[in-house]
């Protein structure tokens, strides 16, 4: 204590050249602190303006003529313009001065990322709200045109990354379906092991972050270790906990290790089994009750209006899941219930995700039952490069894994889309092929990025902690959105 | 909308093989739909529209019951070296893909619609289904495809004086200055 206090006392009693040096870097904190410093509010005014990112605020209300109104309140609800023109709702002689824009987010834990949320409070009512999205953006669709086909699954793995299987799983399915390969039944079936396990370890982490946002703070503990032991079942398989990019064009990368079919029923044993117990944690709990019921309530013509797809499509009674309704992989071999909704309230979306997860453990349980024998991918050598074994005898081989890793495959020219049931809605992927390695345009169509849509709706005249809960409901990864 | 038949995965073949000279127009037209020719796309049902009939097939179309709004992207077709359309379609440079469902009965269909390059814009889509919003923001961050009608027709994912349109195909990459600047108008 007083060494440095001694220590300070010298630099300030220190050299001409000390001083200097000092009085330099005040003046630049004062700059940047926008203190009046040397250069005076000339300078100030310039760094700020030079940082500064524009407003992205609600515009004022008082003084908009109607039809700009008009628009923007329907641009603000995201409703058609005859259903948010409705001005009994709206009232235009509130002086903006009697309600408040508050920006939740871009970063606070309940906004599960970087989610920005401009709210307009009349006390603790929402009046109105709009997200505001894109600080995430880092332009993987373009990064996806860069790469080739093979290297494309390591892309499309980071963008909703709660849940990476389901986009590798999309975009393998686009591009085999573009090449017109089969993909050997073994393969489809750890496939379908693997994304259902991945839908229990992102119901998990919902369970959690949910709890943490409403008050059931010990939830969060128990959810994020339910989904470790998922994970550490992924790293085992994949080599990855996360961005695993096993699932690829033609299959998956490697078999499963010895033991597979014992970590999955121990696993759904042990899942199902403390799914009991969170059942009685949480389902008879008033508190949660209250939270949760009839709060965020969306009719099922809102729902389908806003393009929402998923566990908010299906708690409003429409009962979509493309499972079910589109099979891919062999999801119609197996036996499973689809969980259905009826208010459309956070609390139906709470009840749906929750009993998804003892669907997906059935799947599960099935899989291990009937996973067949034989390839894990396909053997088209024009897809699948030659085992590493054949490298060291095979001069032939040795080139051909070359020219597949330096040139990639061709995929025939046409366009194609594949959608998939992810955890949190309709996950597709789109590819346009002009015939080279590389696809010509790569579009994921991001469940969380309409499903966010669904927020301005259902926020109207909530109280400021229901929009909370209704965000945690939605459950958007931020990774999806923006991309 | 009478279309009972299912989609037939036929057109895989002739395109595959054909590689980059496959002739414009060589593809069968399977029904019509609202004046706009529906064909065959690997299994997938497509109808392909220009920027006249956009709107009027899309209305058309959510009266035959397609109630889901799944998603709109455009494509940027300028370097593409050649694509297969039905008669009656001319290229353009620009694409808006819009992927519908019908929950009534399960149905996928997809509407390809050609937008000029010169001057990019297409009607919205927003008065029929209130989910085209944030799709429509989308593709005109990323493309600069304006869409006529849009209630906010702002960028969604990039900064809002962000110059250009990335996923456009003459957009330069490799090295883009990041730029901080105030935005020229409120929003």
């Known amino acids: 204590m007083t060494k440095s206090s001694e220590e300070l006392e010298h630099t300030s009693e220190g050299t001409a050249s000390d001083r200097a040096l000092a009085s330099r870097r005040h003046g630049l904190i004062d700059r940047v602190l926008g203190r009046s410093g040397p250069g005076g509010e000339a300078v100030n005014r310039l760094l700020q303006d030079r940082t500064y990112e524009g407003s992205q605020e609600l515009a004022d209300r008082g003084r908009q003529s109607r039809p700009q109104l008009q628009r923007e309140l329907g641009s603000v609800l995201r409703l058609p313009e005859g259903a948010s023109a409705d001005f009994a709702d709206v009232d235009l002689e509130v002086p903006t001065d009697e309600t408040m824009i508050l920006n939740l987010g871009p970063s606070h834990p309940s906004t599960h990322g970087v989610l920005r949320i401009m709210v307009e409070l009349e006390g603790e009512t929402v009046l109105r709200s709009k997200p505001v999205i894109g600080y995430l953006h880092t332009g993987m669709e373009k990064t996806g045109e860069e790469l080739m086909y093979h290297q494309g699954s390591t892309n499309v793995t980071r963008m909703d990354y709660l849940s990476p299987f389901f986009n590798e799983l999309t975009f393998s399915l ?126 099922a013509d809102e729902a389908v209006s806003l393009g929402l797809t998923g566990p908010l499509l299906r708690s409003t009674g429409i009962p979509r ?113 002009d015939g080279t390695s590389r696809p010509y345009r790569l579009h994921m169509r991001a469940a969380s990025f309409a499903n966010l849509q669904g927020l301005p709706p259902m926020a109207r005249g909530a109280l400021i902690a229901d929009t909370i809960a209704i965000v945690s409901t939605i459950d958007p990864v931020l990774g999806d959105v923006d991309r | 909308m009478s279309d009972a038949d299912q989609a037939r995965p036929a057109a895989h073949d002739e395109a595959g093989e054909g590689g980059a000279t496959a002739p414009p127009g060589a593809v069968a037209v399977l029904e019509d739909v609202h004046g706009c020719p529906m064909v065959d796309s690997l299994g997938s049902r497509v109808v392909h529209t220009d920027r006249a009939r956009y709107h009027a097939l899309l209305e058309g179309l959510r009266g035959d019951g397609y109630d889901l709004f799944v998603g709109l992207t455009g494509v940027d077709y300028l370097t593409h070296p050649g694509r297969a359309l039905p008669a009656g379609v001319g290229p353009e440079r620009f694409e808006v893909v819009v992927e519908l469902w019908r929950i009534r009965d399960r149905r996928r269909l997809r509407v390809r619609c050609q937008v000029p390059g010169d001057d990019p814009w297409v009607p919205t889509l927003f008065d029929l289904w209130a989910g085209a919003e944030a799709h429509e923001r989308e593709t005109y961050d990323m493309f600069g495809i304006r869409f006529e009608g849009h209630p906010d027709p702002s960028r969604i994912l990039m900064p809002e004086d962000w110059e250009g349109h990335p996923l456009r195909k003459d957009y330069p990459t490799g090295h883009v200055p990041v730029q901080f600047k105030e935005s020229p108008d409120r929003r």
């Open chain 1, 174 to 299: 686009t591009v085999e379906k573009l090449l017109g390969v089969e993909v050997p039944p073994r393969a489809t079936w750890i496939r379908m092991l693997l994304c259902e396990l991945n839908r229990i370890s992102s119901h998990m982490l919902w369970l959690a972050t949910n709890g943490a946002d409403i008050g059931a703070i010990n939830m969060l503990v128990y959810g994020w270790r339910e989904r470790e032991v998922v994970l550490q079942f992924f790293e085992k398989v994949t080599g990855l906990r996360m961005n695993h990019n096993f699932i690829r064009p033609g299959g998956v990368a490697a078999d499963l290790p010895d033991g597979w079919r014992d970590d999955v029923i121990a696993l759904c044993d042990m899942t199902s089994r403390r799914m009991d117990e969170y059942d009685d944690l949480l389902t008879g709990q008033p508190i949660l009750q209250g939270r949760l019921q009839n709060v965020g309530p969306l009719t």
């Open chain 1, 321 to 433: 899941d493309l499972r079910r309704d589109e099979p891919y992989l062999a999801y119609d071999e197996v036996d499973f219930d689809v969980i259905v909704g009826e208010v459309g309230d956070c609390w139906d979306r709470f009840a749906i995700r929750f009993n998804e997860i003892r669907e997906s453990i059935r799947i599960c349980r099935q899989v291990c039952d009937r996973m067949p024998s034989g390839d894990f991918r396909t053997q088209d050598k024009k897809v699948t490069p030659p085992p590493r074994n054949r490298i060291d005898e095979s001069m032939e081989a040795l080139i051909h894994h070359f020219k597949l890793y330096t040139e990639g495959f061709r995929v025939p020219p046409g366009e194609a889309y594949v959608p998939v049931e992810t955890p949190r809605g309709e996950g597709g992927c789109y590819i346009v092929s």
